[in-house]
């Protein structure tokens, strides 16, 4: 018994981690896999998706603030949603909200008819 107890206290600590050059600890190798898996259901998710086929658009001038007020208005008819515009612009749903915002374009809530276009 007194065998067990001395052999015990020469095994090194679960905790210590292994010299530079060797190989990962569990956490640093679970941290890697989570980054790893999280990066590839990304790009599946986003390959899965193909976008639609976009009509080209005519400026009638170049004013800056018209032009993104027009692809914002156009990407939402042909989305019917934030979610599904957003990609068409290449913008995140939240960009594209405060560009809604900022540029005051008026959206029906559900239930209500489509608004009179402000162009």
Do not use: W
Not at 24 to 43: G, I, M, P, V
Not at 65 to 77: G, K, S
């Amino acid at each position: 018994m007194d065998d067990d107890a001395e052999t015990d206290l020469e095994a090194p600590p679960r905790h210590r981690q292994a010299p530079l050059g060797r190989e990962k600890s569990r956490h640093q190798q679970a941290a890697d896999d989570l980054r790893e898996n999280t990066r590839r259901q990304y790009e599946s998710q986003t390959m899965k998706t193909p976008l639609p086929p976009v009509p080209p658009i005519t400026l009638d001038d170049f004013n800056l603030e018209a032009a993104e007020r027009r692809l914002c208005v156009e990407a939402l008819r042909l989305a019917g949603s934030i979610v599904g515009a957003a990609p068409l612009l290449g913008i995140t749903r939240h960009a594209l909200k405060r560009r809604i915002i900022k540029l005051e374009i008026r959206r029906p809530r559900s239930g209500e008819a489509d608004p009179e276009p402000s162009e």
